[in-house]
Nanobody, 126 residues
Framework: QVRLVESGGGLVQAGGSLRLSCVASGRAWSPYAMGWFRQAPGKEREFVAAITWSGGYTVYEDSVKGRFDISRDKAESTVYLQMTGLKPEDTAVYSC???????????????????WGQGTQVTVSS
């Protein structure tokens, strides 16, 4: 059974930084891609960033470009999200997800992902 566990969330002041981690377990880990999504209260879950597992190709949502960096450690079956220059509007529950198998859709689409973690809260105070 696949399991994704996020960590690293917390409370930070505007302009601060956090590093989220997501560890996968349950099978030999070789997804097509891993992504980070976030959901603020009363809003839809939205795409943040994604990375293809094999080639390391990355995609970012426009509002986080230049501030967030997604990376992966294949040996540790872990994906990271380094967040800098945090803003109050970044406040949300952040979840990682695995695109496995890929059905040909974009890795920015939440509908492409099959496995999800439980999420970690990120709160940015002004």
């Amino acid at each position: 059974q696949v399991r994704l566990v996020e960590s690293g969330g917390g409370l930070v002041q505007a302009g601060g930084s956090l590093r989220l981690s997501c560890v996968a377990s349950g099978r030999a880990w070789s997804p097509y891609a891993m992504g980070w999504f976030r959901q603020a209260p009363g809003k839809e879950r939205e795409f943040v960033a994604a990375i293809t597992w094999s080639g390391g190709y990355t995609v970012y949502e426009d509002s986080v470009k230049g501030r967030f960096d997604i990376s992966r450690d294949k040996a540790e079956s872990t994906v990271y999200l380094q967040m800098t220059g945090l803003k109050p509007e970044d406040t949300a529950v952040y979840s990682c997800a695995a695109d496995w198998p890929n059905r040909g859709g974009g890795i920015y689409s939440k509908y492409e992902y099959d496995y999800w973690g439980q999420g970690t809260q990120v709160t940015v105070s002004s």
